[in-house]
Antibody, heavy 120, light 108 residues
Framework: RLVQSGAEMKKPGASVKVSCKAS????????FGWVRQAPGQGLEWMAW????????NYSRKFQGRVTLTADTSMSTVSMELRSLTSDDTAVYYC???????????????WGQGTRVTVSS | EVVLTQSPGTLSLSPGERATLSCRAF???????LAWYQQKPGQAPRLLIY???TRATGIPDRFNGSGSGTDFVLTISRLEPEDFAVYFC?????????FGQGTKVEIK
């Protein structure tokens, strides 16, 4: 199960940090991905993190503006997005990523989503 | 960079009908890295199919995935009322993930 932090309202230029807490399985053996969904739009991949490999990958669109971190002691991953504009208004989702030499890639469990609203 | 194009944008069908959703890429993809998700209004996406054709746990056998190369298809053999939703395809390659823009299956 993945439980995300609550809705956020931010002003343009601010930063937001959304957390995603995992439970019910071995946190250390999985990766986590983040996508966002603007109102009425599709899913936009942002980044993913592999805590056990200490590796992150960012979409080119968000490179330099987003940072993923993991706290294995708390089984939590976090996504920070900086320099917010109204275009960043969206629901942000985390998901557990299954990936490995013997695994077919997929996002099998999802958080409930966190609504981020950017408005002056 | 992989771009996934889904068609049609909207599919209007009646319960009991067959739905055929397409996901196309400009370059040949590894079928092992192609997945499908279902999303209902106000909910998070749910994994349906991965590795082109493997159903996720608990997914009914009316959902089938197929395809290879640049063309992949999700087929819903007989639409149930709960199947009316938006469907996204997804690909993984070279440490990046790509989603299609989605196909909405609506009640006719």
């Amino acid at each position: 199960r993945l439980v995300q932090s609550g809705a956020e309202m931010k002003k343009p230029g601010a930063s937001v940090k959304v957390s995603c807490k995992a439970s019910g399985y071995n946190f250390a053996t999985y990766s986590f991905g983040w996508v966002r969904q603007a109102p009425g739009q599709g899913l936009e991949w942002m980044a993913w993190i592999s805590p056990y490999k200490d590796k992150t990958n960012y979409s080119r669109k968000f490179q330099g503006r987003v940072t993923l971190t993991a706290d294995t002691s708390m089984s939590t991953v976090s996504m920070e997005l900086r320099s917010l504009t109204s275009d960043d208004t969206a629901v942000y989702y985390c998901a557990r990523v299954v990936l490995g030499s013997w695994e077919l890639p997929r996002w099998d469990y999802w958080g409930q989503g966190t609504r981020v609203t950017v408005s002056s | 960079e992989v771009v996934l194009t889904q068609s049609p944008g909207t599919l209007s069908l009646s319960p009991g009908e067959r739905a055929t959703l397409s996901c196309r890429a400009f370059q040949s993809l590894s079928g092992s890295s192609l997945a499908w998700y279902q999303q209902k209004p106000g909910q998070a996406p749910r994994l349906l199919i991965y590795g082109t054709s493997t159903r996720a746990t608990g997914i009914p056998d009316r959902f089938n995935g197929s395809g290879s190369g640049t063309d992949f298809v999700l087929t819903i053999s007989r639409l149930e009322p709960e199947d009316f939703a938006v469907y996204f395809c997804q690909h993984y390659g070279t440490s990046t993930w790509t989603f299609g823009q989605g196909t909405k299956v609506e009640i006719k």
